[in-house]
């Protein structure tokens, strides 16, 4: 017997433990409507997709093949579009998920209008945009399941039981389009204590996986952006803590805490790091500053020194009062920040880097498995790298290499459209294709998002519709190049009144009022003309 049959002879209970006062109500529309909304709160989609991240980890563990993937969304309509795409083409969600970008909350999402990624927009925009993107998911299930039972009805009243057979089997084992979202939280806002609160707000609105980064919180930037400030060890793994003992008062024990380090482009500190001993955290993090040796009596009035090894050492500060680190020290810093942030309580890692190669990314992993065997990576395909360009040079610099002439190309120039149909250019897209599967078995590479893929795709459709349509094409410009593609690649919100609610409507109109209902989905409806 189906989950849902057994919801319809539950609800056929409770109604006739009711009496007479109940008999205008159908059980079966109500079953209906409780599996519409499978997920009653965040917390109840937080522990749910939780589960799935740390089945997808176990499974990448045993075969690296098995990376997932997401996108960034910036808004629930584009979150429950790209789903309801992944299950058209794909029939399944399995490895997709969902990715929330800090840098689009501050683009597109705060109230002071378009802003850097600097921290600057409002600390619940985040936690409200979680809420929004679920919101949306679960109404693309509603919608499906709702089409689903208008198709059984009208088996029904056919007679045709095999066809009643089958839509009730696509009832019995529906599979929801609500999946993992990675929330981006910056660098936590404040303090471990607003860290927490935050991330508290986050899972309460569905987020089973939050990303931290180690940044300064009042200084913290784009981490493809120059001027980055690094914290202490212990001041970002207070943070770690802080989010993982949030998802332990809500009880999602099995959250997924992803630490990410911007060190690798980051050549400032903020604080000199407490020791108490040689080789501790803190005189490891000390141990990468620029700092020059001076006599006592050379000790100017405002220095900072440091004593190591018996040698006074004064750390160079520059004139905004922060710290630098020894030029070359990145990737030795970036390693050192993912093991200590395993040991603390991160499952898994984010290296900020500022180019795509797999060498690279993959050199890092191997040092930091050393101590920690299985760690692994969520990776930004980032659009702040000229894939194009990063990709021709790499094999440009492999036939050089090899001794494989490369005198008609010129390396700076390799974007330009000329190249397009060489031996160069095709083997750099063949490597841009495989990327995410090679890096994945290559370094470590759990989880592969684009952080701003539909701020990109938006900005391009737009500009090319307002060309078209502002132009000489008139309304030709939208037709063809918009609802005309809608209609024959099957995309569902063409008929964009039942993608925002109204068949459901009716449905719940029906329910509530029987014949006497007043239904927009009847003849009339301009919607019919899509079939």
Known sequence: MSAYTNEIQLLEAIRASRGASWDAISPEYAARMRTQNKFKTGLDIAKYTAAIM??????????????????????????????????????????????????????????????????MHEKTSVASLVEELYTFLRQADARELGGLFRQLDDAREAGDKATEKKVQSEIDNHQTHVVPIIADIDAGFGNAEATY???????????????IENQVSDEKQCGHQDGKVTVPHEDFLAKIRAVRYAFLELGIDDGVIVARTDSLGAG??????????????????????????????????????????????????????????????????????????????ADLLWIETEKPHVGQIGGMVNRIREVVPNAKLVYNNSPSFNWTLSFRQQIFDLYAEAGKDVSNYNRADLMSVEYDATELAMEADEKIRTFQADSAREAGIFHHLITL??????ALSTDNLAKEYFGDQGMLGYVKSVQREEIRQGIACVKHQNMAGSDMGDDHKEYFAGEAALKAGGKDNTMNQFG
């Not at 609160?197 to 990303?211: P, V, Y």
Request: charged share 20%; proline share 5%.
């Open 54 to 119: 740390r089945t997808d980890m176990d499974r990448y563990d045993a075969d690296p093949s098995q990376y997932t993937q997401s996108l960034g969304c910036w808004h629930g309509f584009i979150g429950q579009q790209k789903m309801i795409s992944i299950k058209k083409h794909f029939n399944s969600t399995d490895r997709r998920y969902l990715y929330l970008s800090g840098w689009m909350v501050a683009a597109l999402r705060s109230e002071f209008g378009p802003l850097p990624d600097q921290s």
């Open 197 to 211: 609160l935050m991330a508290k707000q986050m899972i309460e609105a569905g987020a089973c996986c939050i990303q």
């Open 268 to 345: 400032l500190t903020k604080q000199i790091a407490v020791t108490n001993e040689p080789g501790d955290l803190g005189d490891q993090y000390n141990s990468f500053l620029d700092c020059e040796e001076v006599a006592p009596g050379k000790l100017q009035n405002g220095d900072v020194i440091l004593n190591r090894d018996g040698k006074l050492l004064r750390p160079k500060r520059l004139p905004s009062n922060l710290f630098q680190f020894r030029a070359g020290t990145g990737e030795d810093r970036c390693v050192l920040d993912c093991i200590t942030s395993l040991q603390n309580g």
């Open 453 to 458: 893929p539909t701020y990109h795709t938006a």
